[in-house]
């Protein structure tokens, strides 16, 4: 495990999801649209074990729960790798609802991107995030994402239609440290 300390003093440690995490995950996600929210169009309302079990086996794609204090839950996020290995795509990003405005978000993505650039050799990594979750998106620009796209209505989530802003984040372009991720 990997650990973190922010300037907001948040701490993260990373381990890897496994299928005895599912029932925390389920537990996070209140409804159908947080649903959406947090996997887009990859699961079905109401989540369930079997889901998430199909979800630990996907090939390509490495999986953490992070860590705080005390053995306490606070997130999980994902790379999925593409088939060059040189590129991954950032998702599935959720933090627990007790644990949000904490700095959490930010120390988990740090670590995350940190353990992609520097132990998977990637050289970008790219995300989407729904445009109306600005929580979300202010915290990608913080961590140095850049728009690339704009997807308009790319779902139908209780009858509105949600647009999708795709991002991404270049090596190059990637500042290592904490200090940089100030929640």
Not at 42 to 64: C, D, H, I, K
């Amino acid at each position: 495990m990997w650990e973190l300390i922010l300037k907001a003093g948040a701490v993260v440690e990373l381990r890897p999801f496994t299928l005895a995490d599912a029932g925390v995950i389920v537990s996070w996600i209140s409804g159908p649209a947080e649903l959406v929210t947090w996997a887009g169009p990859g699961f079905t309302w109401p989540l369930n074990g079997p889901q998430l079990a199909a979800y630990v086996m996907e090939s390509g794609r490495r999986s953490w729960m992070g860590v705080g204090a005390g053995g306490r839950l606070v997130g999980h996020a994902s790379l999925r790798l593409d088939v060059g290995g040189v590129t991954a795509r950032l998702g599935r990003v959720l933090v627990a609802p007790d644990a949000r405005g904490q700095g959490y978000g930010a120390a988990l993505l740090t670590r995350v991107l940190t353990f992609g650039f520097a132990q998977l050799g990637l050289e970008r990594v790219e995300l989407g995030v729904f445009s109306h979750n600005s929580n979300a998106v202010r915290l990608y620009e913080r961590l140095g994402f850049h728009l690339d796209q704009v997807l308009s209505d790319v779902e139908q989530v209780n009858g509105q239609s949600w647009s999708a802003l795709q991002m991404s984040l270049a090596k190059a372009d990637w500042f290592l440290g904490p200090d940089q991720a100030e929640a």
